[in-house]
């Protein structure tokens, strides 16, 4: 067993103490100078007081038999490795609904401006030609236009550097291009809510595949808000839920199968499966101890593979 050198590191005290507190419960320390990299790196509640419950024994204050420290960092490995790719797989259906918001936008502009310009009037156009006051979310929180044009103003003048070349052609007026490429997806949403119906309507016929109601929409939103926000903070989300007992993951990954663009949803299968088979290789104990991912219903998306594999039965219960 390695054991950690005498420094004089001020938490070198701290360090030890939380080792024995891990020994407390359990876990083995083969490599103390792997612990002492990986805790102050990645941080000691995030690893251990997020994880360390997947490893506890049923009706018991102790973790498995034989339970390493690298078997726990493995498994928030695991999480973070799911949790990037969701984030990519997001990111696909971001660039496709900000697309469809671009031409629809751009269309519904020349059409008021040459409705403008067949009644002699200034055809420069206002925020208040193209959007609603306000739009009132089913959670109650409210949308309204005025505060969306500060984060316009924000925008022209603050993030245009980069397409500068690009305005001067436009006689220095933003886009509507450069103006919803450099807003974030949640100010994008914001700008959605406040069209008028009909351009809503188009936008989400071209992005999914059935009807969706502006309502059900609300909730596809809300669901990606509230499972990047959980990103962001770094939450164990093989641990977290909904309101609705549903894994964060397979609440995304519903989402995407609704796109009639498949490749995020392709992608999140296949890459899923890529990362936890070569977790369970590593580890293949572990696929008699996955109960949260057996809970993530995830045996469609991940069946091809884990079962003519045999590398873990998904029906099978920690």
């Known amino acids: 067993m390695k054991v950690m050198t005498k420094s004089n590191n001020d938490f070198e005290d701290i360090t030890r103490l939380r080792m024995d507190f891990c020994r407390e419960f359990g876990v083995t320390i083969n490599d103390e100078e792997y612990f ?57 259906f971001e ?9 629809v936008m751009e269309l519904y502009v020349a059409q008021l401006k040459a409705k403008k310009f067949n009644f002699y009037q200034e055809s420069r156009l206002k925020l208040e030609d193209l959007l609603k006051e306000k739009y009132v979310m089913q959670t109650g929180r409210v949308i309204r236009r005025g505060e969306l044009r500060s984060r316009i103003r924000r925008i022209k003048e603050n993030y245009l550097e980069p397409f500068d070349g690009y305005n001067y052609l436009y006689s220095n007026e933003i886009t509507t291009w450069v103006l919803i490429k450099e807003m974030s997806f949640g100010v994008a949403c914001n700008l959605f809510f406040l069209l008028h119906h009909k351009q809503q309507a188009i936008i989400l016929k071209r992005v999914f595949k059935n009807d969706l109601s502006l309502a059900d929409f609300q909730k596809v939103i809300e669901s990606m808000r509230y499972f990047r926000n959980r990103v962001a903070h770094n939450y164990s989300l093989l641990i977290i839920k909904n309101s609705d007992d549903e894994f964060l993951y397979n609440t995304v990954y519903k989402s995407l199968l609704r796109l009639k663009n498949q490749e995020p949803a392709r992608r999140m299968k296949s890459n899923f499966k890529d990362i936890i088979n070569k977790y369970l290789k590593e580890y293949p104990k572990e696929k008699n101890y996955l109960p949260s991912l057996d809970q993530l219903k995830l045996s469609d998306l991940l069946k091809d593979d884990a079962y003519q594999n045999g590398c873990v039965d998904w029906n099978a219960r920690g």
Not at 73 to 91: H, P, S, T, W
């Open 95 to 103: 660039q496709t609904f900000k697309a469809a918001l671009i031409d």
């Open 36 to 92: 002492i990299d990986k805790v102050p790196t990645c941080g000691y509640r995030e690893i251990i007081y997020q994880y360390l419950d997947h490893f506890i024994e049923n009706d018991s204050e102790k973790v498995r038999l034989n339970t390493t420290f690298e078997e726990i960092y493995a498994f928030y490995q695991l999480d973070q490795n799911l949790k990037n790719e969701a984030l990519i797989d997001l990111q696909l």
